[in-house]
């Protein structure tokens, strides 16, 4: 009966591992994930060939140009 309650502990213990690195390793789904891997792509494709990240405006302020007035 110990081997069996042994087998069970280490099955146990192995799910919960395998568990732990699924949740950990799998591919965000959100909206804004899918959306930073597009321009991730369309970076490394870009023709001057560094792949240079673009810079994102800080939040709050968007930068449209100069304002007309």
Known sequence: ????VFLGIALVVSLIGC???WVRNRQPRSMDAHIRDFARELDALSPDGR?????????????????PG
């Open 1 to 4: 009966m110990s081997s069996l």
């Open 51 to 67: 792949g240079a990240p673009r810079r994102r405006p800080p939040r709050g302020r968007q930068s449209r140009g100069p304002r």
């Open 19 to 21: 568990l732990l690195l």
